[in-house]
């Protein structure tokens, strides 16, 4: 059984989808063990490390269960819904296995003024700004701008916010996520946003916002404003 090689999607999610495929149907139980990286390198004629990095994929979602000296097992056959899917435009990527980035464009700790406040419903005196482009290979995927409580300041120490912030702070701060709340609407492009994003001048993006509540935490903890082009000829063919 081969993958196919022409395809945009990486080999290891491709073979990720194939083992998926197998613990999800009747021939597959919980705690059967998979066929070993041998087996799967002869049977998809793949190398090793992809088929490390499909199974390693599978485990970090729960449904298989490395086990040293023994093998590897099904661990359940269904994925638990978690937050990071709605968090992360990383997660959401990765699963696609699209090749992305993240450049920042601003990253300041002020003090927070009554607008913002007003706004990101953020009590405290301090906030963290980021403000970051994202990027599908070289081609612009949108344009991101995340307000941080004060108390993420301390948290996120020594952390690098270019990379997933979603998996930063659920994944590694492990923070008790109790709430969200998101709106999207349809609004033109600033000309700094039409000029990032390689729109034409009065083009529509969607502007999506997202205030997200902690236990513990009065008011929001994370604002978060996201804008992407609208419509599909924004974006090279290969990439939908």
Known sequence: MKLNRKLHIPLYIQLKDQILAEIKSDRVEIGDVIPSEQEMMKTYQVGRAT??????????????????????????????????????????LNLRGWNHHNEILNQQIIKITKEQRALSLIESDEILILERSRFIDQHPLGMEIFYFHEHFIELSEGADLNLSLGKLMLETLKLPVERMVQEVTVITASE?????????????????KRWLYLKGIEGVFQYYEFKVPVGVSAFPTEFL
């Open 51 to 92: 088929v490390r990095e499909a199974i390693n994929e599978l485990v970090k979602e729960g449904l298989l269960e490395k086990i040293q000296g023994k093998g590897t097992y099904v661990k359940k056959k269904e994925t638990s819904i978690g937050y990071e899917p709605l968090m992360s435009l990383s997660y959401f």
């Open 192 to 208: 700094r946003e039409a000029m990032l994003l390689n729109l034409a001048p009065g083009s529509d993006v969607m502007f999506m």
